[in-house]
């Protein structure tokens, strides 16, 4: 009897497809130029043409063949883009600041001769946008000839008066440019859109090359891709030798700061190109001169390249309530001490409504006409403009002429052909009312590129090859030799499924873009040379003030989630083993439970109600609310070290996401009044605890030791002090020193478990207990080693020698006058009635010395309201 066979799942079946079948299956909707393909698609059409020669290339060189394969690898390539935090932050998005950044598995393929003419198109552009900034700040020719409209310019909120007649530093207001295309179905490559103010992409489009080249390595070398560091190399070069102290120059990256869409670019560019990554208020001018606050005084600032936008840089002279910009700092522009890239100024070339007259501009300037076309574009301040645009609305995208702004509220682009009758009607009301406000671009369908959609178990639609559409942004940086030039490929932004707008705002995806060679791609050998000196300079970066307070308080968050951690699992092993009678233990834990925020003050002790208490420490574990137990502060930590992300390694900033990804999902999965919460929890502390390790490991060996690691560290031991002598402080006290569990407790809360029995056995004295826990200067957990790394670091800190006393230091304790006799009543006998007093009175100095420790380091070293206690002498 023949046994019956089941037909394969669907998703099966598409996984074991072979991918050659799918692409010559796979066709884009009709009407879009087909990426893959490069002809326009017809639905009708019976038979497809064949994949171009590039796109061949790259699915015979892509060492898959099956669904399955490519599965895995987007998988991996998502996991890349998870280990590596790369985010980009949306607002209004219901899950929180923090999205990863979403990149398709496949790159957009151009092939060289296409390439050459987008190079050629961009670079004209450029020049074109360079010399119109010229004429607008300066002789304003273009305005009295009528050449461009007054209001596009004087009457936009991004042209700034105050810099008017202002020549920049170095001669160039434009060092990055941003040009958004699109692929038309006439096969051609339309301006879409122009970025001139702070365009951002550069770092994104870094790390989808280094991801999806990851993926894809052979066919990266056969198809002769592009490279992009020579181009990021030129661009330094640029900045350095038109900054005002030339090769020497200090630069650094302007940013919002961590809250920001795209704040991970910002820290990534900083930490590839050797930026200080700065904030407004780390910044401040004095004679014109821009500063840098560092822990070693005012250090020059010689160039930025901002990312803020211009009318948020300077409140003396812009926007007053801004707290993102540096007062004073566009004097410091004109009076030509500061390089800033882009220019402030340059917003009002990225209205839509300019690309209009740039075809006449084109012709003025440059005497030729524009390589690259730009979608026919029609503004309606121009009422034979507006007449001829309105009878076509319905095959336009309406756009807003300006931004939103305090006297513009402003409105989002929109499809003519989504709206309705009634709806386009309206429209035009508004239109014909408010003409200048309003600008009309040509509807260009957008070409359709090959995208990976992964398979998921129980979807409908299976792993496979759909089209998407997509737009693509190239960046023209300025060069010292050339000029500009060009990036080599750009950044591709995709639509999501059903859409025809490509935006990440939306929901879309991004792609690597590979710009073929005809012969060998360039090198980074090929970059302009940077001589010696300089790069040694840029060896020993400063350390802002912010930057110091957010290592500093990295360390302390650091240091608290350990302690939290082993104080939580020691208590919950103390209630749930044989201890749990012993009332001292009990009611030591309870006491350093309820001091250190695992649980809230009202919960009744553990000798009152144990399963009450137990049940509000597990609860209280992963909670952002409440008790600042370990969950609390290990999103402390996290949030410390997002915001000094350009000094911490991969690894170390991965280990700190998985972290509390981890504790945050063990704590949400755990059942109320499961079989064994307390076993639960315990398990989750303790994968915690070795996250927690990690980190440990990664900030003592893989951070430079610089004064921002020694605040690091020196956070960390100013919490272990004050810990440890509380610990113990309450242990004596309590009594439960006394009992064999709580000694044992104890001296497992120091971490010296396995140090104690090695040195002395059995013995459980009080003598013992001192000459380990508080005197042994090789135990990093005593707290003579504490003492004296504390006091060593701050020396360092304040006078560049462990050696040298400083005021700070001098108010640590000295371990070099602690004694064992003074410490024990009754040093030669074994157990004491109770604790000397000399020990008690240390433990109380230990812990009254790190708050006030704390206190001194954040008022000399955070804060610059006080000359008295900064210095500020320029280096």
């Given at each position: 009897m023949t046994a019956k066979t089941e037909p394969l799942p669907p998703l099966l079946t598409a996984a074991l497809q072979d991918v050659a079948t799918q692409a010559a299956a796979y066709s884009a909707s009709g009407g879009h130029l087909d990426e893959l393909r490069n002809v326009v698609a017809v639905d009708t059409l019976a038979s497809k043409p064949a994949a171009t020669p590039a796109w061949q290339q790259f699915l015979s060189q892509a060492e898959t063949r099956t669904a399955a394969d490519l599965d895995q690898r987007f998988a991996s390539l998502q996991r890349q883009i998870r280990d590596n935090g790369v985010t980009y932050n949306v607002y209004a998005d219901e899950d929180g600041p923090q999205r990863p950044w979403s990149l398709d598995l496949f790159p957009l393929l151009i092939e060289s001769q296409r390439w050459a003419q987008i190079e050629?198109?961009?670079?004209?552009?450029?020049?074109?946008?360079?010399?119109?900034?010229?004429?607008?700040?300066?002789?304003q020719q273009l305005l009295k000839r009528g050449l461009l409209p007054p209001a596009l310019v004087q009457g936009h909120p991004g042209y700034l008066r105050s810099m008017h007649g202002v020549t920049p530093v170095g001669g160039v207001r434009l060092h990055i440019a941003a040009y958004d295309l699109a692929h038309g179905p006439d096969g051609n490559w339309w301006v879409v859109g122009q970025r001139c103010q702070a365009p951002s992409g550069l770092g994104y489009l870094l790390e989808n090359r280094m991801a999806v080249s990851g993926q894809f390595p052979q066919a990266l070398e056969a198809l002769r891709v592009q490279h992009l560091a020579s181009t990021y190399a030129a661009l330094m070069a640029s900045l350095k030798s038109r900054s005002p102290a030339g090769e020497d120059a200090h630069l650094a990256l302007l940013t919002p700061g961590p809250y920001n869409e795209t704040y991970f670019e910002h820290a990534y560019l900083a930490r590839h190109l050797g930026l200080s990554l700065v904030e407004g208020g780390d910044l401040l001018v004095r004679d014109e001169n821009l500063y840098l606050k560092t822990l070693k005084g005012l250090v020059p600032v010689h160039g930025l390249l901002k990312r803020v936008d211009d009318d948020y840089l300077d409140p003396l002279e812009l926007r007053a309530d801004s707290t993102l910009g540096v007062p004073g700092l566009l004097q410091a522009i004109r009076a030509g001490r500061v390089l800033v890239a882009n220019a402030p100024g340059t917003a009002f070339l990225e209205s839509p409504a300019l690309l209009g007259f740039l075809p006449g501009l084109a012709e003025h300037l440059l005497g030729q006409p524009l390589i690259l076309p730009a979608l026919p574009t029609w503004w309606c301040g121009e009422r034979s403009a507006m007449e001829a645009a309105l009878p076509q609305l319905q095959d336009c995208v309406i756009k807003p002429s300006y931004p939103a702004s305090s006297l513009r509220s402003g409105f989002d682009a929109v499809l003519g052909r989504s709206l309705s009758a009634q709806q386009r009607d309206e429209w035009a009301g508004r239109i014909f009312r408010q003409g200048e406000e309003h600008t009309?671009?040509?509807?260009?369908?957008?070409?359709?590129?090959?995208?990976?959609?992964?398979?998921?178990?129980?979807?409908?639609?299976?792993?496979?090859?759909?089209?998407?559409?997509?737009?693509?942004?190239?960046?023209?940086?300025?060069?010292?030799?050339?000029?500009?030039?060009?990036?080599?490929?750009?950044?591709?932004?995709?639509?999501?499924?059903?859409?025809?707008?490509?935006?990440?705002?939306?929901?879309?995806?991004?792609?690597?873009?590979?710009?073929?060679?005809?012969?060998?791609?360039?090198?980074?050998?090929?970059?302009?040379?940077?001589?010696?000196?300089?790069?040694?300079?840029?060896?020993?970066?400063?350390?802002?003030?912010?930057?110091?307070?957010?290592?500093?308080?990295?360390?302390?968050?650091?240091?608290?989630?350990?302690?939290?951690?082993?104080?939580?699992?020691?208590?919950?092993?103390?209630?749930?083993?044989e201890e749990q009678s012993?009332?001292?233990?009990?009611?030591?834990?309870?006491?350093?439970?309820?001091?250190?925020?695992?649980?809230?003050?009202?919960?009744?002790?553990?000798?009152?109600?144990?399963?009450?208490?137990e049940r509000s420490l597990i609860d209280s574990l992963g909670s952002s609310a409440g008790a600042t137990s370990v969950g609390y502060n290990l999103r402390a930590l996290k949030m410390a070290g997002s915001a000094v992300r350009e000094r911490l390694s991969q690894e170390h900033w991965r280990v700190m996401v998985r972290a509390e990804e981890e504790l945050t999902r063990s704590c949400a999965t755990q059942t109320p009044g499961g079989d064994d919460p307390a076993q639960d929890a315990l398990k989750t502390l303790k994968h915690c605890g070795e996250h927690m390790a990690a980190i440990t490991g990664a900030q003592t060996d893989r951070m430079t030791r610089d004064d921002g690691w020694r605040l690091l560290s020196i956070g960390r031991h100013i919490e272990r002090l004050g810990f440890l002598a509380s610990a113990l402080h309450g242990a004596l006290q309590s009594g439960s020193v006394h009992t064999v569990a709580g000694f044992e407790a104890l001296v497992a809360l120091f971490e010296s478990t396995t140090t104690f029995h090695a040195h002395y056995q059995r013995s459980r004295d009080i003598a013992s207990l001192v000459d380990l826990l508080v005197l042994n200067g090789d135990n990093p957990r005593s707290l003579a080693c504490t003492a004296q790394t504390l006091r060593g670091r701050l020396n360092k800190l304040a006078s560049g020698s462990s050696e040298a006393p400083s005021p700070l230091a001098q108010q640590m304790p000295d371990p070099s006058a602690w004694s064992l006799a003074e410490l024990c009543d009754q040093p030669n006998q074994g157990r004491l009635s109770g604790a000397a007093p000399a020990l008690l009175a240390l433990l109380e100095h230990c812990q009254a010395s790190a708050r006030r420790v704390s206190e001194e380091v954040s008022a000399t070293y955070f804060s610059h309201a006080s000359d008295s206690k900064h210095s500020v002498g320029t280096l």
């Open positions: 050629a198109g961009v670079l004209q552009r450029t020049r074109l946008l360079e010399k119109v900034l010229a004429d607008v700040y300066g002789p009309l671009q040509a509807y260009l369908p957008l070409s359709q590129m090959p995208t990976w959609q992964a398979g998921r178990s129980g979807a409908q639609s299976a792993a496979g090859i759909q089209p998407r559409s997509v737009m693509l942004r190239v960046f023209v940086v300025s060069d010292p030799v050339q000029g500009w030039r060009v990036l080599p490929g750009g950044m591709a932004r995709v639509a999501s499924a059903a859409a025809d707008i490509a935006s990440m705002q939306l929901g879309g995806s991004s792609a690597d873009v590979w710009a073929l060679a005809q012969g060998a791609p360039d090198s980074a050998a090929q970059s302009p040379p940077l001589s010696a000196a300089p790069l040694l300079a840029q060896r020993k970066r400063p350390v802002t003030s912010r930057a110091a307070e957010n290592l500093y308080w990295l360390g302390r968050y650091t240091e608290r989630t350990e302690n939290l951690i082993r104080l939580a699992r020691l208590t919950l092993e103390c209630l749930h083993g012993s009332a001292p233990l009990t009611a030591w834990l309870g006491r350093m439970a309820v001091v250190n925020t695992l649980v809230l003050p009202g919960v009744p002790a553990p000798a009152q109600a144990r399963r009450v208490f």
